[in-house]
Each structure stands twice: as C-alpha cells, then as structure tokens.
C-alpha cells in the first residue's frame, strides 16, 4: 500500500515536471519565433476554425432539446422522471443528462443518471429501512430505463 502510493505520487511529480517542461518549451518558442511558434504547436492555424468555433456547442445545445423534449413528452419514463424531478428546471436536468452520456463505462452511465434523479430528494428519517431498499431499486430501474431512452435519442440524433 505504501509502496503504491510513493509510486503514484512519483508519476503525479514526473506529470508535473513533463508539464513544465513543455510549458517552458512553449515559452522558449514564442520569444524565439513570435506568433510563428503557433504553426509549431497548431496543424490548422491558418484553417477555418475561427469561422466554426462553436458549432460543437450547437450540437450539445440541440442535444439538450432533444432531451428537454422527450421529459416532456408523455413517455412513461419521462412522466416517471417529472414524477421524481418534480419541479426541477428540465434544462439543468438534461444538461446533467447529456454529461451522464459522456462517461465511458455503461455502468458509471447508470449511477451517474440514478444521482441525477436522486438528488431532487431528500431521504428522511421515516423513509430509511426496508423502504429506502425498495426506493433504491426503484430509482436504479429507473435511472436504467431512463438511460435506455437517451441512448435511443442520442443514436438518432447522430
């Protein structure tokens, strides 16, 4: 154990320093090339990216109606999630939604969805026990149906 974490904190230490290594290279270039030391560090400087800048934001921003949408549709799974919501802005939920769908493993998809449902409540003293069990299976089958449908969304958006 001991010797795993000397062993990370030596390639967090050995990031670093790669880090300020290239970040002093970069600095060592612009004062010796100027603004030519960008075709140096960038494929496409000369090439329509400033005319394209944000048409990737365009796509999450309609990514994110879509979703808007669907929860309000009459869905049984989108009615079940206003159920759950309740008055949450649709628009914060969808954005949590759409960063759910980001994550890599189908299983931290499904955990990060069941947070995102789970905290518009608030467990009280009466609901833990065997009903908190019940509401925890709930709210996983839930969140599992719920990712189905985005999925489905985001594979016919594309």
Avoid at 18 to 23: D, F, G, M, R, T
Wanted: aromatic share 6%; charged share 35%.
């Amino acid at each position: 154990m001991v010797q795993e974490k000397q062993s990370d904190r030596q390639q967090r230490l050995d990031n670093f320093l790669q880090a300020v290594e290239a970040a002093q290279k970069l600095q060592d270039d612009i004062i010796k090339y100027g603004l030519e030391a960008a075709h140096l560090y960038c494929d496409d400087v000369d090439g329509d990216w400033l005319d394209t800048w944000g048409e990737d934001e365009d796509e999450q921003q309609s990514f994110v109606e879509l979703v808007i949408n669907f929860l309000q549709s009459d869905d049984l799974v989108a009615v079940r999630v206003r159920k759950q919501l309740k008055d949450k802005p649709l628009q914060k939920i969808a954005v949590k939604l759409e960063k759910c769908l980001s994550l890599s493993e189908q299983e931290d998809q499904i955990f990060a969805v069941k947070n995102v449902l789970a905290d518009s409540v608030a467990i009280t003293e009466t609901n833990r026990g065997i009903s908190n069990k019940i509401y925890e299976i709930e709210l996983l089958d839930l969140a599992e149906e719920l990712l189905e449908k985005l999925k489905e969304i985001f594979e016919q958006h594309n």
